[in-house]
């Protein structure tokens, strides 16, 4: 069973909302959310708790850290976040999994503490951008319902994100994670995360959604050409947040890859 | 009360299947639409106007800044209040306003504002939106999630820079300046009169009320929508302790004025059709990026229910604009008496008419501020006369004002 923590990284220093699930001798599994944030304790997660030790925190300016905004500037404040998350937990190394806007953090994670990094699996990442493959503008969106070009069908928003939420609630954090996530990736998705990817010598593999509005299934070859080594597939029947989509599939994919190295 | 004459200056050529063709009348709006020689033309009417309407006897004429679009055509409102200031003399010069948001370093907006100033004789009101999501966000790139931050910032940075006479070092978050400096520095002491143009922001309303700034309502859902919004403003003022006075807030309007009610409605419905139907065509996507509005704002609007008004009023017609305040319209007995309500629900002292409307051809602007100015102005001017107004410009004395020399030709 599954627990939000809330922690202190250190004295005086940055607290972190954290969901942590599985058995603590299991393998650990660092989970980097979506530009959505983490709704729940969801069925990806649960999965994925059958094997791993699962640490999914939400990362500053999402969820019940959104008033931690302000402290993030940039990738390296968020990597010394989940750095400092793993090190409070005891956890000296983890395999890592980061959809969306995660996959970027994962990735800088990788390029610049590469021995925390056991494995890393990249899903529908975002911070790469190609005038050639640009997807849509995830933030020039309806405001009535403003992460639904983020889903295969627009009604999956409503069955997947906002669902067992109070309304109002939901629909405000959605916007703060948008707002998160724009901190981040606006105006455009460019990171500078492309000068770090050579740095990344952690067995990496690369997978895109098949219906992902956002990114693009031609951005994958571009982060595999980019990652020495790196491995890539795609994924049917989802849009760009394939953990809440595709939720067992997507743990199977992590799990064959971070234990046995297949990729199929 | 006071009258300011503004135009948004719209591009006046948009095609009848604009709305069908164009997903928004900015950001992404077909440039192919706009025409440079005619453009060249068009300024100079609508700068004409302004410079009529202050021969009239408004108290200010207004300019205003937005960026990649149809719906007004004013990327640099200092450039427009420069070519104002040269060619008139007592009139207030209403820059309501710069997004000072976007500019890095801000001190360009507080040197410039003071050339204005300096150039004017005195004579100029700074505006500081926060602007539009659509401009700061969308057209500059500005991130939305700081964007408030910034403001804050570069807000602070502005006033100090006009003020501190010493050369300072400014350490920000988004700004760091070895040596500010500012030459040349404003006429007005301390600062021009500062007025804050917004659209409902709670945040703006305590910003307003902590430094005694004028708050200036911008909306085209007309003044009876406007009445909860600005009774929350004044409501707000009250909480802190600050003493009521209907000068420190300013409300925008449309307003047309002809000789009956009937000759107005005939005259003027097919350029606020215009207005209603084109020039407030923006797609949603565009108008509030993630993070513009904040928390306590986006929940003050949905327990408001959210209701815009805007979105529905190019469907309604004359009659419906009229009742719900969209417009203020008809013979100058009718408009005097809407403007009397208008003061009454909104408290304020400050009107920015909108006296020109969409492609209102300049004959028909000049007569409806004619009409205003002559038949309208001088049965309302005497609302909120036992106030004393603290947010209009001081200019330097008439003995004092420069006058431009003629223009010099090669023949003499």
């Given at each position: 069973m599954a627990e939000l923590k809330t922690l202190d990284l250190r004295p005086g220093g940055q607290t972190a909302h954290v969901w942590e699930g599985g058995d603590p001798g299991s393998p650990a599994l660092l989970f980097l959310h979506p530009i959505t944030g983490i709704p729940r304790w969801g069925d990806a997660l649960e999965t994925l708790a059958n094997d791993f030790h699962v640490i999914a925190p939400y990362q500053p300016g999402w969820g019940p850290a959104k008033d931690d905004l302000p402290g993030a500037h940039d990738g390296l404040d968020l990597v010394l976040f989940n750095v400092d998350l793993l090190n409070t937990l005891g956890v000296g190394s983890a395999h890592v999994i980061g959809v969306s806007i995660g996959a970027w953090i994962g990735a800088e994670i990788a390029a610049?503490?590469?021995?925390?990094?056991?494995s890393l699996t990249l899903v529908n990442p975002l911070g790469l951008w190609s005038e050639q493959y640009p997807g849509e503008d995830a933030f020039a969106q309806h405001p009535g319902f403003p992460t639904a070009v983020l889903f295969s069908n627009p009604d999956k928003r409503t069955e997947l994100l906002m669902a067992d939420r109070d309304p109002m609630d939901a629909y405000v954090g959605e916007l703060l994670d948008l707002r998160a996530s724009a901190k981040f990736l606006w105006p455009i998705p460019d990171t500078g995360v492309g000068r770090r990817l050579v740095r990344i010598d952690t067995r990496t593999l690369i997978a895109t959604s098949e219906h992902d509005n956002i990114v693009a299934t031609e951005m994958g070859d571009i982060w595999r050409a980019a990652i020495p080594g790196a491995q890539s597939v795609q994924l049917s029947d989802s849009g760009h947040i394939a953990d809440l989509e595709i939720p067992e599939a997507l743990a199977d994919l992590v799990r064959n890859f971070a234990l046995e190295g297949v990729t199929a | 009360m006071k009258f300011h004459w503004f135009n948004l200056m719209p591009w006046p050529h948009l095609p009848d299947d604009f709305r069908e063709t164009n997903r928004s009348v900015w950001v992404d709006v077909d440039s192919r639409l706009y025409d440079p020689v005619e453009g060249h033309r068009v300024y100079n009417e609508y700068l004409d106007q302004l410079e009529f309407a202050a021969g009239l006897g408004f108290d200010g004429i207004g300019v205003n800044e937005h960026h990649q679009n149809a719906y007004g055509m004013m990327p640099s409102p200092q450039i427009m209040a420069a070519s104002l200031a040269r060619r008139t003399k007592d009139v207030t010069l209403l820059l309501l306003g710069q997004s000072i948001a976007l500019y890095n370093p801000p001190t360009r907006v507080a040197e410039e504002m003071a050339m204005l100033d300096v150039m004017s004789g005195g004579r100029l009101v700074a505006g500081f939106p926060v602007g539009t999501s659509m401009d700061d966000n969308f057209c500059f790139g500005s991130n939305p999630a700081t964007l408030r931050d910034k403001y804050r910032e570069n807000h602070d940075l502005i006033r100090r820079a006009w003020e501190d006479p010493d050369v300072f070092s400014w350490n920000g978050e988004y700004n760091k300046i070895r040596y500010v400096n500012l030459w040349p520095r404003p006429i007005q002491k301390p600062h021009p009169p500062i007025w804050i143009p917004g659209g409902g922001s709670v945040e703006t309303w305590d910003f307003c009320a902590e430094m005694g700034y004028n708050y200036s309502y911008l909306s085209f859902n007309g003044y009876v929508r406007g009445e909860a919004l600005m009774q929350g403003f004044w409501n707000r003022l009250g909480e802190m302790g600050v003493e009521f006075n209907p000068f420190q807030g300013a409300f925008a309007q449309q307003v047309v004025v002809a000789e009956t009610d009937d000759q107005a409605e005939q005259m003027y419905t097919e350029h606020l059709q215009y207005f209603f139907d084109k020039c407030l065509h923006v797609y949603p996507g565009f108008a509030d990026a993630p993070g513009y509005r904040t928390e306590n704002t986006i929940r003050a609007g949905l327990r408001a229910g959210g209701a815009q008004g805007l979105g529905i009023a190019h469907t309604l017609e004359w009659k419906d604009w009229v009742r719900e305040g969209y417009i203020v319209a008809g013979s100058p007995d009718s408009v005097a008496e809407q403007i009397e309500a208008l003061a009454t629900k909104l408290?304020?002292?400050h009107l920015v008419t909108l006296l020109h409307c969409g492609d209102m051809p300049d004959d028909k602007a000049r007569a409806s501020t004619k009409l205003f100015a002559e038949q309208v102005m001088p049965r309302v001017k005497h609302i909120w006369e036992d106030y004393e107004d603290h947010w209009s410009p001081k200019p330097i004395g008439s003995e004092q004002v420069a006058t431009p020399a003629p223009v010099l030709t090669g023949s003499n």
């Open positions: 610049i503490r590469p021995d925390a990094v056991q | 408290q304020v002292g």
